[in-house]
């Protein structure tokens, strides 16, 4: 990311999780219950969920960055407050162990659970405690990305460019797509235990997720973020770190379990012929297209790395959470033996929670884009380079220049 950039800290059951979030111009009205608390609730939501969301109820406490309601150009700061910190106290001390105290009490992992960090991360950080590895790389983490994304988001929708998700599958059910998505995609979804569009294939999901919960199995899935509004051209195909397609992969790809990312008709293009995959281009369309439009967009919205101004469909394939009660084969790190893996408190299913930490990542992207075409320090200054874009889209016409 160029003009956005954001770090995290934190550990799952640490004191919480801490982001800041940079570059976003001065001027923007931003309030946490209203613009990012929202966000973070949509993100502990979904069928499927382990009792740890039950034992938070996650909120921005905002340390920096706004006044009076509007944010100051300065670098955003925000903790994620972990409840179960009190729990963890001992475990997660950041003191040397007493040495008179019970080791338990440490909560020790020594039996890596295949397809989680736990291992590669004690080879290659030489740790002894897989709980030293786990900790950072729990999915917890993505509060504070979603708390990032979310003022991202509000950043968008100030220039009418709106973010939503839902979920196409959990397990080997697949949701029945309607020929037109809702305007308001969120709205539609939000109140679905799985997020999906399909009230009948929900039901499945429901239920196939509470079998692999009983077997002690878990469960992935895909889910699409689809974005309206942008214009044309944002992102660049001139090199190949600034073609909005690869940024937006990376992006996605970065959330933990995510192992494929799609865009339009991605993997399926590679089956057809060319002539029923490109989007034979018309002669209207909306200001932000320049006039012009698509009869169809199986390009997902980007053509050489950029905006086409048609709507932006990305999709992501999540595997099952690796925590398994269902206890693969691993091996005791303190002696070798083999032995089963760990199981730690997690959930069955994530893909809900992880659509809208993918709304978040693609926010963040498509924010940074943005400001890289339009810049400004302030909102009025990154208005005015929008308006006079959209302006110039809206008169130029065809012919001779
Ligand atoms: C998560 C919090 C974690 C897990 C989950 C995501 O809480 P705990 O470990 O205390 O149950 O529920 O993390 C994982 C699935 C993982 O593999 O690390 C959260 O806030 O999203």
């Given at each position: 990311m160029r003009r956005i950039s954001f770090r995290t800290a934190g550990e799952s059951h640490g004191r919480g999780l801490v982001a800041i979030l940079e570059g976003i111009p001065a001027?923007?009205?931003?309030?946490m219950e209203r613009d990012v608390d929202p966000d973070l609730r949509r993100r502990q939501g979904g069928h499927g969920r382990g009792r740890r969301m039950k034992i938070e109820s996650d909120r921005a406490d905002l340390f920096s960055g706004v006044r009076l309601g509007e944010t100051l150009g300065s670098p955003l700061s925000m903790v994620v407050w972990n409840k179960d910190w009190e729990n963890w106290k001992t475990a997660m001390s950041a003191l040397p162990p007493d040495p008179s105290g019970n080791p338990k009490a440490l909560k020790p992992v020594y039996l890596p659970r295949p397809g989680h960090a736990d291992l590669v991360g004690l080879l290659k950080y030489d740790r002894r405690d897989a709980r030293d590895i786990l900790e950072r790389a729990s999915a917890r983490e993505t509060a504070a990305r979603v708390?990032?994304?979310a003022v991202a988001k509000k950043l968008l929708s100030e220039f009418s460019i709106k973010i939503g998700s839902h979920v196409l599958s959990i397990g080997d059910v697949e949701a029945t797509m309607p020929d037109e998505l809702p305007i308001d995609l969120?709205?539609?979804?939000d109140a679905?235990?799985?997020r999906t569009l399909d009230a009948a294939a929900g039901d499945l999901m429901v239920e196939a997720i509470d079998r692999a919960g009983e077997e002690g199995d878990t469960l992935g899935g895909i889910f699409e973020v689809v974005t309206t509004g942008l214009p044309v051209g944002l992102g660049s195909y001139v090199s190949y770190d600034t073609k909005l397609d690869g940024r937006l992969a990376a992006a996605l790809m970065s959330i933990p379990a995510i192992k494929g990312v799609e865009i339009g008709a991605g993997f399926d293009a590679a089956r057809r012929p060319g002539s029923r995959v490109h989007d034979p281009i018309l002669p209207e369309g909306a200001e932000r297209t320049g006039g012009l439009g698509r009869a169809s967009n199986r390009a997902g919205g980007l053509e050489g790395g950029v905006t086409?101004?048609?709507?932006?469909v990305v999709r992501a394939?999540?595997?099952p959470i690796s925590t398994l009660r269902k206890r693969l084969p691993s091996v005791d790190m303190r002696d070798g033996s083999v032995a089963d893996a760990a199981v730690e408190r997690s959930d069955v299913?994530?893909?809900p929670a992880a659509a809208v930490v993918g709304e978040a990542m693609v926010a963040l992207v498509l924010a940074d884009a943005l400001l890289e075409k339009f810049g400004g320090d302030s909102m009025s200054e990154l208005r005015r380079n929008f308006d006079g874009y959209v302006a110039y889209l809206t008169e130029r016409g065809y012919g001779e220049r």
């Amino acid at each position: 990311m160029r003009r956005i950039s954001f770090r995290t800290a934190g550990e799952s059951h640490g004191r919480g999780l801490v982001a800041i979030l940079e570059g976003i111009p001065a001027g923007l009205s931003l309030e946490m219950e209203r613009d990012v608390d929202p966000d973070l609730r949509r993100r502990q939501g979904g069928h499927g969920r382990g009792r740890r969301m039950k034992i938070e109820s996650d909120r921005a406490d905002l340390f920096s960055g706004v006044r009076l309601g509007e944010t100051l150009g300065s670098p955003l700061s925000m903790v994620v407050w972990n409840k179960d910190w009190e729990n963890w106290k001992t475990a997660m001390s950041a003191l040397p162990p007493d040495p008179s105290g019970n080791p338990k009490a440490l909560k020790p992992v020594y039996l890596p659970r295949p397809g989680h960090a736990d291992l590669v991360g004690l080879l290659k950080y030489d740790r002894r405690d897989a709980r030293d590895i786990l900790e950072r790389a729990s999915a917890r983490e993505t509060a504070a990305r979603v708390a990032c994304g979310a003022v991202a988001k509000k950043l968008l929708s100030e220039f009418s460019i709106k973010i939503g998700s839902h979920v196409l599958s959990i397990g080997d059910v697949e949701a029945t797509m309607p020929d037109e998505l809702p305007i308001d995609l969120n709205e539609a979804v939000d109140a679905s235990p799985t997020r999906t569009l399909d009230a009948a294939a929900g039901d499945l999901m429901v239920e196939a997720i509470d079998r692999a919960g009983e077997e002690g199995d878990t469960l992935g899935g895909i889910f699409e973020v689809v974005t309206t509004g942008l214009p044309v051209g944002l992102g660049s195909y001139v090199s190949y770190d600034t073609k909005l397609d690869g940024r937006l992969a990376a992006a996605l790809m970065s959330i933990p379990a995510i192992k494929g990312v799609e865009i339009g008709a991605g993997f399926d293009a590679a089956r057809r012929p060319g002539s029923r995959v490109h989007d034979p281009i018309l002669p209207e369309g909306a200001e932000r297209t320049g006039g012009l439009g698509r009869a169809s967009n199986r390009a997902g919205g980007l053509e050489g790395g950029v905006t086409t101004g048609e709507p932006l469909v990305v999709r992501a394939a999540m595997k099952p959470i690796s925590t398994l009660r269902k206890r693969l084969p691993s091996v005791d790190m303190r002696d070798g033996s083999v032995a089963d893996a760990a199981v730690e408190r997690s959930d069955v299913c994530a893909v809900p929670a992880a659509a809208v930490v993918g709304e978040a990542m693609v926010a963040l992207v498509l924010a940074d884009a943005l400001l890289e075409k339009f810049g400004g320090d302030s909102m009025s200054e990154l208005r005015r380079n929008f308006d006079g874009y959209v302006a110039y889209l809206t008169e130029r016409g065809y012919g001779e220049r």
